[in-house]
Nanobody, 128 residues
Framework: QVQLVESGGGLVQAGGSLRLSCAAS????????MGWFRQAPGKEREFVAA???????TYYGDSVKGRFTISRDNAKNTALQMNSLKPEDTAVYYC??????????????????????WGKGTLVTVSS
């Protein structure tokens, strides 16, 4: 069992930065590939980024490539550094975990339905 808690959301002006964090609990965190997804009002949940269980590979959605960076540490924390934010980045951001030592590209390919555990989300609002 893995529990995920996101933090770091808030209101920021366009062009600014935010850093989201996801704290995980559970003894087998090291076997989970982590992902960030987001959902804007009236839209479907969208893949943002993923990092493999080893931290050795990452994958990004096209809309955030070059602006967002995902990372993880051995203390069960996953972060999403978001730079050059745009109003269209406004959404609730969710942290999610997928077990089974899968690759980051697996999470990108399979999407939200493949994830095993979810946090409750943190709201990011980017003003123009």
């Amino acid at each position: 069992q893995v529990q995920l808690v996101e933090s770091g959301g808030g209101l920021v002006q366009a062009g600014g930065s935010l850093r989201l964090s996801c704290a995980a609990s559970g003894r087998t965190f090291s076997s989970y590939t982590m992902g960030w997804f987001r959902q804007a009002p009236g839209k479907e949940r969208e893949f943002v980024a993923a990092i493999s269980w080893s931290g050795g590979s990452t994958y990004y959605g096209d809309s955030v490539k070059g602006r967002f960076t995902i990372s993880r540490d051995n203390a069960k924390n996953t972060a999403l550094q978001m730079n050059s934010l745009k109003p269209e980045d406004t959404a609730v951001y969710y942290c999610a975990a997928k077990g089974g030592y899968v690759s980051a590209s697996y999470v990108y390919t399979r999407g939200a339905d493949a994830m095993d555990y979810w946090g409750k989300g943190t709201l990011v609002t980017v003003s123009s």
